[in-house]
């Protein structure tokens, strides 16, 4: 019995040794779900494992203590995905072609396309801009991650001539710029649009991280991904190019996924409290920065932020960073490293006895798209000084975050690249718009913004002071007109 048990709880469940068979893996989200022997032999590969070590929402568990789910877990999710929608397509239009080998590189890129999160996720790319390299992403890492997991694991037998390109392709690349196997998948471009839909936004990625973060939050997800993804068919559209398209009743369970983002965003990803962590953290991280050293593959020592330059620094990385700052020994010789480790120390104290920046004061719906958070703050410091009179706060206490809530197309509408067909002519691919679906449903306008302003400081006074000059900046903002509210 006691062996049972521990057979029906373990995460893997290798069925037999036949190479042939498959592996169950007991899912909190999909259930059971079946991964192929070569798939195996990819997650368990150190720069997989690593992604057991980063939390798939950063920091969120500050405000939702469940929400300690990790990108390894997602990454598993998004490959099950993957094959499922693949062979969905495959069932439903053999016409398409669609291989084995297909299906294996769009569930190797499913299951690779998270390798390039640092500590926290996002934080950390955010931490890598201030600190460093303001154009960096993280899919650039995934992309190197891939390259180094195939040579380091000796994993190169596993694909054929050019699957290894396609395979980052599928990961991260640009419409017009791909090389694929062949010449760009000519005939296969719908492959594409399964893991990172650039033109939509709509791919599997996102249908297993919504159900998955709203699993963890506690959240109720209206988005049903297992209908939609039976309603896909593959056309050829206006460009002469085969995409995925939906069936013209699927448009409302589509916007829903949309709005679950949005709400995802807004009360979880974004969440004022989340987002004074968020800051925290990254403060300490570049505090510590230059202290906190990492051996790379070549023996040399990287910073946390010049990490992104080797892999094998990076790849060693993991929320556990934040211990390595906690526990940091100082050398009592060195006063500018005493200085910056005692202050990314402190935060860190901070944040675990709950004394967090503080929200003083937000604007709703800022319309200003030319206005940084840097200049706001230096525009409300400057209005301290006149207002309230010098040294009432300084630059150095307060923060300013933009908080950007759309769609996932910024200001555009993520549905005007998309196709549908009709139950009467379901092999015709007709351009959406704003008449097939429900007007109470679809917004007028795709993207809003919130200005919050959080003061670092601890002092009571400094608070006060800073959220008077912060009306005060707002009272002086153009008022947006009618016409641009309803845009």
Known sequence: MKNMMNNLFSEIDVMDNDSSQ??????????????????????????IQR???????????YVYPGATHTRFAHCIGVCHLAGTFMRQLYNCQPELGITERDIFCVQVAGL????????????????????????????????????????????????????????????????????????????KEFLYEIISNERTGI?????????????????????????????ARVLRCEDNKLHICYKDKELENLIVMFQTRFTLHLFAYKHSVVSAVDKMVCDAFLHADEYILTQGDDNEFYSLTKS???????GRLSDSVLHR??????????????KKIKAAQLLVERIAERRLYTLVHSVKNYKQEDMTGERIEEAIVDLGEKELGKEKFEGKDIYVQIAQFDFGMKSENPLKELYVYTKQEPNKAVRFNRDMVSQLLLPKIFCERIVRVYCKAEDKDKKKDMKKAAEKWEEQ???????????
């Open 112 to 187: 690779c396309h998270d390798l390039g999160h640092g500590p926290f996720s996002h934080m950390f790319e955010e931490a890598v801009k201030e600190g460093c390299k303001k154009d960096w992403r993280h899919e650039q890492a995934s992309l190197k991650l891939f390259a180094k997991m195939v040579e380091d694991s000796k994993l190169g037998d596993l694909f054929q001539d050019g699957e290894i390109n396609f395979i980052k392709e599928l990961i991260h690349s640009k419409e017009g710029q791909r090389t694929g196997r062949n010449g760009g998948e000519e005939n």
């Open 22 to 47: 498959s592996v169950t893996i007991n899912d909190c989200v999909h259930g059971h779900i079946q991964l192929s022997r070569d798939l195996i032999k990819i997650v368990d590969t150190p720069q």
């Open 477 to 487: 903002l153009p008022k947006a007109t009618d016409a641009e509210q309803s845009k």
């Open 308 to 314: 992104i330059e080797n892999m094998g620094a990076f």
């Open 325 to 338: 700052i906690r526990d940091y020994q100082l050398n009592e010789e060195d006063d500018d490293q005493k």
């Open 203 to 231: 791919d599997v990625d996102k249908f297993d991280y919504f159900a998955r973060d709203c699993h963890a939050l506690g959240f109720s997800n209206m988005f049903d991904h297992k209908r939609f993804m039976l309603m």
């Open 51 to 61: 992604l057991r070590d980063l939390k798939q929402l950063g920091l969120a568990s």
